[in-house]
């Protein structure tokens, strides 16, 4: 008689904590927290984490994510980044922002911390729009979309264009990792896998500021159900966000 | 055959599964949860097809997803 | 702590350097700051000498990144400051709730100027009212010391840091432009120490053998704000004891002048003046303005005397003394205008009439 045997291939990541989240249905959040927690696992640094929280979907990070977390006030993550990276240069520090909080309110500082190379590593979820506060116009948000703030669609002339960010933080000599995913599929998650890898190991290798701006859906604030919202991250996002690689200071190291 | 168990009390009913298995067994079930979201389930005509790869839970947002690859039997040739 | 003069090394310094020398004396580790004239002297100063003793110097990009760089720091329990000047500190507010929200130590000077808006880099005490009542939103406090010769900078200094630590909240030291500016010597008498146990029960180092750490300032849940405030409130309270302050000639004095940081020690030159005229003129100086010292000054009020007070802005502490003496006595307000660099003959007149 032969047994049937079977193994479980896929289980959370330990730093995540097995909980329910608050997060929308069909919100890339909750696949997100689960890479930067899968990466953590992998690379062994639960135990020596700093998280920075910021505002926005995300500001329960610590319920989810099993480190040492500090609160930033809205935008102001990289700059706190900075602080305890400065205070404790042992330690693995990394924060996670929306776009509100990394494009609009903080732009400074994450240009800033970017250009002077901080030890750092940022995560970066790009969904076009404020979703906390109930889906009002980001940076990123795309010409022509409607939001509550932009009822006509956002226009060049009143709102400007969309700010590519992962394009702009390359251009910074400190920059040693900047790329742009998405998690709409598996092959586009898998490449998110590695680009967290390579941006959390830039900053383990000492060799300067990581950063992965990762396109997601916001179903709710799209007025689309979670499988169309996905779908508009690759009909319409990847068309103005191109997905790749911009720096790479890993690579070039080979 | 390799299956997949459903955490019912976790799922949002989001369906992002549904677009990522290749066999296509996922679909939406009629069992509401306490939540009030319709869970996923297996199309039982198709959930034999299961391959184990893992492909649901990877984009599952809410860890809903537990699967179970099936390893080559004992004693088959 | 003692003060042993003996064998100290004696300095002549500005204020501004007086603090900067007694931040690296408390033990500073980090120091992040934006220039702003008049108090450029400490990020200047710093820049030099804390990385030579090993601390991290980084002149960020605004006083916004700055103070949120304490925060950051003083979140793994190291000794953190900033500083700046009276509109780079409107701008540190959002910080500084978060900072006392969170309990996360730091220290923060502002080396007032001229204001309200761009104002201008001549001294005033227009910031009083910023310092005392929060500054910045919700119900918090931070501790108020205000120095008013360059020895009380070195000393309040080594005093604010560890305040910051003993109630894990920020603490502002109040100066102004000529407090900044002026040289004097001072005695140095601390020798640095960094105590790498501080802390120890709550900061931030990576959840190693033991569970997670986190310092937020969110609280939504049922109740939880309530006893979060409740926490905050009882902490502030418990601050009354290390309220300080100074009484100058008060004993047999007829007229008391109230009076903080470089106006209170202007003013106990007129004091002197005064009474060489044979006028019994008494100086109360508040050096902590938060906590106030109430108490003390309603008790002078208490034995008969009359009180002018004197600021260097249109009347902000006034408002504390009338709430120390009310129903027991009353107080003149004399305002030196913001700008005007005051001198000992610039109170004798206003001192004079109340007699």
């Given at each position: ?49 700093i998280c920075v929280g910021s505002v926005g979907?995300s500001v329960f990070i610590y319920d989810?994510i099993?480190?040492d977390t500090v609160e930033a006030p809205h935008g102001r993550a990289?700059a706190v980044a900075?602080?305890i ?10 924060a996670y922002q929306?776009?509100?909080d ?153 | ?77 | ?67 949120n760089?304490?925060l950051g720091?003083g979140a ?18 959002e910080g500084?709730s978060y900072m006392a929200a969170s309990e996360i ?99 931030l ?7 997670q750490r986190i310092l937020k300032s969110l609280y939504l ?7 979060h ?127």
């Amino acid at each position: 008689m032969s047994e049937i045997l079977e193994k479980q291939v896929f289980s959370l990541p330990k730093s995540l904590k097995d909980v329910p989240t608050h997060f929308c249905p069909g919100c890339h959040h909750g696949i997100i927290h689960r890479l930067v927690a899968q990466t953590i696992d992998d690379l062994k640094l639960q135990d020596i984490s700093i998280c920075v929280g910021s505002v926005g979907c995300s500001v329960f990070i610590y319920d989810y994510i099993d480190v040492d977390t500090v609160e930033a006030p809205h935008g102001r993550a990289p700059a706190v980044a900075t602080g305890i990276k400065r205070a404790r240069p042992e330690n693995f520090v990394f924060a996670y922002q929306g776009d509100g909080d990394l494009a609009a309110i903080g732009f400074s500082e994450i240009v800033h911390c970017a250009n002077r190379g901080e030890r750092v590593t940022i995560v970066f979820v790009n969904n076009t729009v404020y979703g906390m506060t109930g889906g009002q116009m980001a940076p990123t948000t795309l010409l022509g979309q409607k939001t509550t703030t932009t009822p006509y669609g956002r226009s060049e002339s009143n709102e400007g264009y969309p700010l590519k960010m992962a394009e702009m933080l390359a251009s910074l000599e400190g920059t040693a990792f900047s790329a742009r995913v998405a998690v709409n599929n598996i092959k586009n998650l898998m490449k998110t896998k590695k680009a967290l890898k390579k941006a959390f190991m830039v900053q383990l290798e000492d060799l300067g500021f990581g950063f992965v701006e990762i396109l997601s859906a916001c179903p709710t604030n799209w007025h689309l159900t979670p499988l169309e919202a996905n779908m508009r991250v690759e009909k319409e996002m990847m068309k103005y966000f191109p997905l790749g690689i911009y720096k790479d200071k890993l690579e070039d190291k080979k | 055959m390799s299956r997949i168990e459903i955490r019912e009390e976790r799922c949002k009913g989001c369906l992002l599964c549904t677009s990522v298995c290749p066999e296509n067994i996922l679909v939406q079930g009629n069992v509401i949860n306490s939540k009030g979201y319709k869970v996923i389930t297996c199309d039982e005509e198709k959930k034999e097809n299961c391959r184990g790869c893992g492909f649901c839970a990877e984009i599952c947002p809410d860890g809903a997803i537990v699967v179970f690859k099936t390893i080559k039997p004992k004693g088959s040739k | 702590m003692d003060k042993n003069k003996n064998n100290k090394e004696r300095m002549l310094v500005k204020g501004n350097e007086a603090i900067a020398i007694g931040a690296l004396d408390a033990g500073v580790e980090c120091y992040f700051a934006y220039p702003i004239t008049p108090q450029s002297d400490i990020p200047e100063y710093l820049s030099r000498e804390l990385v030579k003793l090993g601390g991290e110097f980084l002149q960020a990009e605004s006083e916004i990144a700055s103070i949120n760089m304490v925060l950051g720091a003083g979140a793994c329990g190291k000794r953190a400051m900033t500083s700046s000047s009276s509109p780079g500190i409107s701008l540190k507010q959002e910080g500084i709730s978060y900072m006392a929200a969170s309990e996360i130590p730091g220290v923060i000077v502002n080396i007032t100027r001229g204001g309200p808006g761009l104002g201008g880099i001549q001294p005033s005490q227009g910031d009083y009212f910023q310092a005392t009542r929060g500054g910045g939103h919700g119900d918090y406090r931070t501790l108020v010391l205000a120095p008013s010769t360059c020895q009380e900078c070195y000393d309040l200094t080594i005093d604010a840091f560890d305040l910051a630590f003993k109630y894990r909240n920020p603490v502002l030291i109040l100066g102004d432009a000529i407090l900044g500016q002026m040289k004097e010597p001072i005695v140095r008498w601390k020798e640095r120490t960094i105590n790498p146990n501080e802390g120890n029960e709550w900061k931030l180092t990576g959840k190693k053998g033991r569970a997670q750490r986190i310092l937020k300032s969110l609280y939504l849940g049922d109740g939880e704000m309530e006893a979060h405030n409740m926490k905050l409130w009882k902490k502030y309270k418990s601050m009354e004891q290390d309220v300080r302050w100074e009484e100058f000639l008060v004993d047999d004095a007829e007229v008391v002048a109230v009076a903080f940081g470089s106006i209170g020690r202007i003013a106990k030159s007129s004091a002197r003046k005064l009474r060489e005229k044979g006028y019994k003129v008494g100086v109360f100086r508040p050096i902590t303005l938060f906590p106030f010292p109430y108490e003390p000054l309603r008790k002078l009020a208490i034995s008969g005397k009359r009180f002018i007070t004197i600021e260097n802005n249109t009347g902000q502490m006034v408002e504390d003394v009338k709430l120390a003496i009310c129903g027991v006595g009353e107080t003149e307000f004399f305002a030196n205008m913001p700008g005007k660099v005051s001198t000992p003959e610039d109170f004798l007149e206003p001192i004079k009439k109340m007699f």
